[in-house]
Nanobody, 125 residues
Framework: QVQLVESGGGLVQAGGSLRLSCAAS????????LAWFRRAPGKEREFVAA????????NYVDSVKDRFTISRDNAKNAVYLQMNSLKPEDTAVYYC??????????????????WGQGTQVTVSS
């Protein structure tokens, strides 16, 4: 089992940056693939980025490529999402998620068994 707690959300102007963090409990953190998802107001939750167990493979939704970077620090049991050049359409609640069964940096939310409570990101125009 792993528990996830996100932090780092907030209000930022368009073009600005934020870094989200997700702290995980448990001693087997390195055996989980990790991902970030988001849910915008009135929309379904969508995939943002994922990273394999050792960080060697990363997967992004097209709308954030070249702007967002997912990374992880297995020694600190943490995963991060660096978000640059933010746009109003990035406004959402961001969730981190973990899956211990596969290692493909999957974009499918049904793969992930563990979820954080979310952190709000608001980008003003």
């Amino acid at each position: 089992q792993v528990q996830l707690v996100e932090s780092g959300g907030g209000l930022v102007q368009a073009g600005g940056s934020l870094r989200l963090s997700c702290a995980a409990s448990g001693r087997t953190f390195s055996t989980y693939q990790l991902a970030w998802f988001r849910r915008a107001p009135g929309k379904e939750r969508e995939f943002v980025a994922a990273i394999s167990r050792n960080g060697g493979y990363r997967n992004y939704v097209d709308s954030v490529k070249d702007r967002f970077t997912i990374s992880r620090d297995n020694a600190k049991n943490a995963v991060y999402l660096q978000m640059n050049s933010l746009k109003p359409e990035d406004t959402a609640v961001y969730y981190c998620a973990a899956d211990g069964d596969s290692n493909s940096a999957s974009s499918n939310e049904w793969v992930y068994d563990y979820w954080g409570q979310g952190t709000q990101v608001t980008v003003s125009s």
